[in-house]
């Protein structure tokens, strides 16, 4: 059974640091990107950042480029999104997930909060 735990959120101050992590198990995360995502109540999930399993490339959404990180470690089966410089913005559950064309795997998610 495929199982994603994101662990990591909290609440922080504005300028502040949280690393998110995303274990997974029945999976080898490297066999697929992953992405995370974020979503506030009453909007759409929407993407933050996306790394390649094929060459390791990362992509951001505009609005974290620069303060956010995606990383791998493939040995633990793992991935981690490094935030910086949070902002209020940036408050939202986050997900992490990978997907192929027979499968699509979520996690829980974990609450981001940065109050104003």
């Known amino acids: 059974q495929v199982q994603l735990v994101e662990s990591g959120g909290g609440l922080v101050q504005p300028g502040g640091s949280l690393r998110l992590a995303c274990e997974v198990s029945?999976?080898?995360?490297?066999?697929?990107?992953t992405t995370w995502f974020r979503q506030v109540p009453g909007k759409e999930r929407e993407g933050v950042a996306c790394i390649s399993n094929v060459d390791g490339r990362t992509n951001y959404a505009d609005f974290v480029k620069g303060r956010f990180t995606i990383s791998r470690d493939s040995a633990k089966n793992m991935v981690f999104l490094q935030m910086n410089s949070l902002k209020p913005e940036d408050t939202a559950v986050y997900y992490c997930?990978?997907?192929?064309?027979?499968?699509?795997?979520w996690g829980q998610g974990t609450q981001v909060t940065v109050p104003s």
């Open positions: 997930n990978t997907h192929g064309a027979s499968y699509d795997y």
């Open positions: 029945g999976f080898t995360v490297s066999y697929s990107a």
